[in-house]
């Protein structure tokens, strides 16, 4: 499985987005893997959609991606708020962090610093 990141999806949905090519290529040349996402992950994609009214025309793009919801477990409290202190990322991108460990994922971002903490952790990085 790889874990998408918000940058990713935003970028695959918007085809004015400058990294709007090379999310779908990733997307593409990734095809054979399944896909997954953090809840809040994906509501922070949604939130674009929303404000236009298109949130069904992108929940459609997650289907037809297969992207399936990373649940947030149990401990997800606590190891959102160690992953955020020991790396000092923002919150969603420590729930990324969380979905790809939860999920035994690699994970896709165009965020350097997520990268660069995602790399140092030993998770496998498509960007």
Same mark, same amino acid.
């Given at each position: 499985?790889?874990?998408?990141?918000?940058?990713?999806?935003?970028?695959?949905?918007?085809?004015?987005?400058?990294?709007?090519?090379?999310?779908?290529?990733?997307?593409?040349?990734?095809?054979?893997?399944?896909?997954?996402?953090?809840?809040?992950?994906?509501?922070?994609?949604?939130?674009?959609?929303?404000?236009?009214?298109?949130?069904?025309? =992108?929940? /459609?793009?997650? @289907?037809?991606? +297969?992207?399936?919801?990373?649940?947030?477990?149990? %401990? &997800?409290?606590?190891? #959102? *708020?160690?992953?955020? =202190?020991? /790396?000092?990322? @923002?919150?969603? +991108?420590?729930?990324?962090?969380?979905?790809?460990? %939860? &999920?035994?994922?690699? #994970? *896709?971002?165009?965020?350097?610093?997520?990268?660069?903490?995602?790399?140092?952790?030993?998770?496998?990085?498509?960007?």
């Amino acid at each position: 499985m790889i874990v998408l990141d918000a940058s990713v999806l935003i970028a695959h949905l918007d085809s004015t987005d400058a990294h709007h090519g090379r999310a779908t290529q990733l997307l593409i040349d990734a095809a054979d893997e399944p896909f997954g996402a953090s809840p809040l992950t994906l509501a922070e994609v949604l939130v674009g959609p929303a404000r236009a009214g298109k949130v069904d025309i =992108a929940q /459609t793009a997650f @289907r037809h991606l +297969d992207v399936v919801t990373v649940p947030l477990v149990d %401990t &997800a409290p606590v190891r #959102l *708020a160690t992953m955020r =202190a020991n /790396t000092g990322l @923002r919150l969603p +991108d420590c729930c990324v962090l969380v979905a790809a460990e %939860t &999920a035994g994922a690699a #994970l *896709a971002t165009f965020d350097e610093r997520l990268a660069k903490a995602a790399t140092a952790l030993g998770f496998e990085v498509h960007s």
